[in-house]
């Protein structure tokens, strides 16, 4: 095996500005003696661990190079940068050979592919390394209905994520926007960002264990002291919401009896447990979206907010919002598939001379 390839190149030092510089490694493409070719290593090092463990255990162990924490830093931040600037202006990353499964026949009634959105919070930190509160960063998943094909994209502003979604929708094929389902938790502003950037009348349906979890979370309140008739209680509203929808469930819910002891703090929950069905009435017809076959969970989507989140929320983990969002798009592109991670490494570089 031989050995790592030393190269001796002239190095100048400006006495008035303080300077150095290198000009041969502009020719050569290095950045932070980093070579085009090791890049993409560094930055998937740097995007599947932490920075120092990426440079002290798994780049000296599996290559043999000798890389600071602080180099796998920059550069993962640099080329994660590099993909935000392009997929915020619309140049989605493509993939290294073909994908033709985002285009094939589909059964009749089913979606070209769905479009999931949700998001997690991200520990965060202030001047000088104080704490500040969590941010919450939106992941968008794009898929097709046998789950084989996948696009992730993050953005800590829910309107860029948007505008990235339909890029990557045509990117991939898929030009009508009217064959897409968004399925989501019901958070505030999902749904409205995904009309203004795909289409006003894009199907959404509220994930339905998210719907459930309200109906058991009311249940508890209901039958604070009764757990036989807490567990009666929410089965039967659960099979109402699953077997006839969200208008049936509505019916049902104006119709229970506030009780009287405790009847304040029951009726309360029971308004905003309304208040919540009546806004997602539209997007809980659950007989109707399982007859045509359709997914009603947001399953795929939150997983994958668990797998990105997992470079984010290490022990002891804090981030600035930019350190965050250039790491995050690397692992978000990166869990996307190795064709489309070796695509955007395939993208041109500068050639030596």
Known sequence: MQGPVQLRRAYYYCGRCRQGFVPYDEALGLRDEISPGLRPLVCLAGTLLPFADASQDLLRRFLGVQVSPTAVLRCT?????????????????????????????????????????DAFSVPMQG??????????????????????????LVDFDLDSLAAQVR??????????????????????GLEEALQRHLAVDVVTILDWYHAAEHVCAFAKVLHAHDD???QRWAQQAKGILYEQGGVALLAHLRAVTVPPRGGAAVGEELRKLLGYFE???????????RRRGWDIGSGPTEAGCKIIGARLKGSGMRWVEDGAATVAALRALYVSGGKL?????????????
């Open 279 to 289: 806004n997602n009435r539209h997007r809980t017809d659950y007989p109707t979206y």
């Open 127 to 152: 001047v000088q390394a104080c704490h500040v509160e969590h941010r919450m960063l939106y992941t968008a998943r794009l898929y097709t209905p046998d789950k084989k094909h996948s696009r992730y």
């Open 167 to 188: 890029a990557q929708a045509r990117a991939c094929g898929l030009q009508a926007t009217a064959d897409l389902i968004a399925i989501t938790d019901g958070g505030q």
């Open 77 to 117: 931040q640099g080329e994660g940068e590099r993909l935000r600037a392009q997929q915020r202006d619309g140049r989605m990353a493509r993939p290294s050979q073909r994908e033709p499964g985002w285009t094939a026949p589909r059964p009749a009634g089913q979606p070209a592919a769905y479009v999931g959105l």
């Open 228 to 230: 036989a008739a807490r």
């Open 341 to 353: 991670w070796d695509g955007f490494w395939a993208q041109p570089h500068r050639p030596a001379a």
